[in-house]
């Protein structure tokens, strides 16, 4: 029962005041815990997205990377196989550049395989510039005018 002086009816208000009350403090948790967890969700969302972002960006940099160490091994290579080509010119076989350097003979023979290729100087027959002639022998004149004689540079 109540205590002394105490109505049902003041026992009955209280009872539903602080049940407002308890109603009132629930909702705002559930408030504040709604906010937080759509928080949560898009923190977790945006870290999914940065998840991916860096698996893309180590493929980017990865491939970069090949590339750049391709080319680094590919400048080594070609100046190995210059100095192979250069000390062959001068009258050392592949053999004894490997023993002299003990350096394996397959290693030598693969890097003398990326040597500079030597150029093939142009035939320059005459001049072509213009049209020019450049024939060597057969017809006189030029190409402009066949059967005439082509003016040299003293008559031009």
């Given amino acids: 029962m109540t205590a002394a002086g105490t109505s049902t009816a003041e026992a009955r208000r209280r009872a539903i005041e602080a049940t407002r009350r308890a109603n009132e403090e629930r909702a705002q948790r559930d408030k504040a ?4 967890a759509t928080i949560l969700l898009v923190a977790l969302g945006k870290i999914a997205e940065v998840d991916e972002w860096k698996k893309k960006r180590f493929a980017e940099l990865r491939a970069q990377a ?38 394996g003979i397959g290693i030598v023979r693969a890097m003398a395989r ?29 190409v402009a005018y066949p059967g005439t004689a082509e003016p040299t540079a003293a008559s031009a």
């Fill in 66 to 103: 090949e590339r750049e160490a391709a080319k680094r091994v590919t400048d080594q290579r070609a100046a190995a196989g210059a100095a192979i080509g250069r000390m062959r010119d001068r009258g050392e076989t592949l053999t004894t550049i490997a023993t002299k350097h003990d350096v």
């Fill in 33 to 36: 815990n709604i906010k937080d």
């Fill in 114 to 142: 990326h040597a500079p290729k030597p150029e093939k100087p142009l035939q320059r027959n005459g001049s072509h510039a213009l049209g020019g002639g450049g024939e060597t022998g057969a017809e006189t004149g030029g």
